[in-house]
């Protein structure tokens, strides 16, 4: 059994010793690429995931005294400024503060501890590399890079600190759009467009902070998107779910089974179909296959039932015909054969675009409920194609679209 197994199954400080030492292997057959020597202080070759909570803070704090150890000052860089070679020392701050930035845990008291260590964590990373300045007049890219990373995940740290009622929320949200500033400056200079639009978001979002519409549409938006490109970059679970978080705010509810889909095949591939997390993550999908395919009402309920809830299961008779469930507001449901026509979908609904004459071309383009226009009896479509306008539709050129 690996050093990765014995740590993944029975975390101790015994088994820590194991990755410890496993690492450390790695590391010094790795040492000339500064990403490749951090890796295995912070990523589980056997499950693909990066660790978590405190063994990964444990092993941060690891990295730190074996880099100290293995890569001394050089002799035109004074030892009372670093304590070794300043961009590996950088580097291994690092990983500190991407551990610490992912440290969770329900005590609040732990979570504004690992935050104020963040914020110390990265702040020495960026003061370091500042200070090289002094003794050297050509960075690596690899430095210049790792300096816009800190500066973001700096900024990302102070924002945190807001939940700490004590703090003055618009000089801290002041103080995050510098650093933000910083990094955007720093990923234009390196020519790092993806970073630069994060950057760009973050700054946007704290805008909305600041302004006190932290909970708008426009700030879900922003930071759906903030989301998106952080999952392209780095395609995790952890990511993943945050987004999918997002896009239920919205009930974007489409886009999310799509991801839930794509997280699904992940954890299948990385801990097996019957994992804990696998069934759990099968079991968020399910649910929001439902909530997305409810129907707000039928058009012929009248008196009390007029406006319930049902839930479509399928369509009969190519389409003309609907099966729902409901009403879900009752532990008495039925299943009941409706007319397609009779539907008035909720929004976040995933649908398809059939027998449109005028507009033909989006036929088969596939996009969610947004809202319902009563006085020309059409709903809002909201289409997958972003490069598609939203178009107001009939209901009876719509179809649920059950597998997205």
Same mark, same amino acid.
């Given at each position: ?94 990983? %500190? =503060?991407?551990?610490? *930035?992912?440290? !969770? ?5 732990? $979570? #504004? ?68 500033? %910083? =990094?955007?400056?720093? *990923?234009?200079? !390196? ?5 630069? $639009? #994060? ?73 097996? *179909? ?9 079991? #968020? ?73 005028? *507009? ?45």
């Amino acid at each position: 059994m690996t050093y990765h197994m014995h740590i993944f199954f029975f975390y101790s400080s015994a088994h820590l010793n194991c990755i410890i030492e496993y690492a450390k292997v790695q590391s010094n057959q790795n040492h000339v690429d500064i990403g490749m020597f951090m890796l295995p202080w912070e990523y589980c070759s056997q499950c693909k995931q990066n660790y978590r909570n405190k063994l990964r803070l444990d092993l941060a704090g690891e990295v730190i005294k074996f880099t100290k150890e293995i890569f001394p000052l050089s002799e035109r860089v004074p030892s009372s400024e670093f304590p070794c070679d300043p961009y590996r020392y950088s580097e291994a701050l690092y990983v %500190k =503060a991407k551990a610490l *930035a992912n440290y !969770n845990d329900d005590d609040k008291a732990v $979570e #504004i501890e690992m935050n104020e260590e963040g914020i110390k964590v990265t702040t020495e990373i960026v003061s370091t590399i500042d200070k090289m300045r002094e003794y050297t007049p050509v960075f690596p890219k690899q430095i210049t890079q790792l300096e816009g990373l800190a500066y973001n995940q700096l900024g990302m740290f102070i924002i945190d600190s807001i939940t700490n009622n004590e703090v003055d929320k618009e000089e801290v949200s002041k103080r995050a759009i510098k650093c933000f500033e %910083k =990094a955007r400056e720093n *990923a234009i200079s !390196n020519g790092e467009v993806e970073n630069a $639009e #994060i950057a760009t978001s973050q700054i946007e979002q704290t805008q909305f902070m600041l302004n006190g519409i932290n909970t708008s549409p426009e700030k879900r938006r922003y930071n759906i998107k903030f989301l998106q490109k952080q999952y392209k970059l780095n395609p995790n679970i952890d990511v993943g779910m945050n987004l999918i978080y997002a896009y239920m705010s919205e009930k974007r509810f489409m886009e999310c089974q799509r991801t839930l889909v794509e997280l699904v095949e992940m954890s299948s591939r990385l801990h097996g *179909a019957n994992h804990d997390e696998t069934q759990g993550l099968i079991d #968020i999908l399910d649910q929001i296959k439902s909530v997305g395919t409810q129907i707000v009402r039928l058009k012929s309920d009248e008196g009390e039932s007029k406006g319930r809830g049902y839930m479509a299961l399928r369509y009969e008779e190519d389409g003309k015909k609907c099966i729902v469930e409901g009403p879900t507001d009752s532990n008495a449901k039925q299943t009941l054969t409706v007319e397609s026509d009779d539907i008035i979908y909720t929004i976040g609904v995933p649908v398809t675009c059939h027998g449109l004459v005028k *507009a033909s071309h989006l036929n088969g383009k596939e996009g969610e409920v947004r809202s319902f226009d009563e006085e020309k009896q059409r709903h809002e479509i909201l289409f997958e194609d972003e490069s598609l306008k939203p178009c107001l539709v009939k209901p009876t050129n719509l179809r649920i679209s059950f597998d997205v």
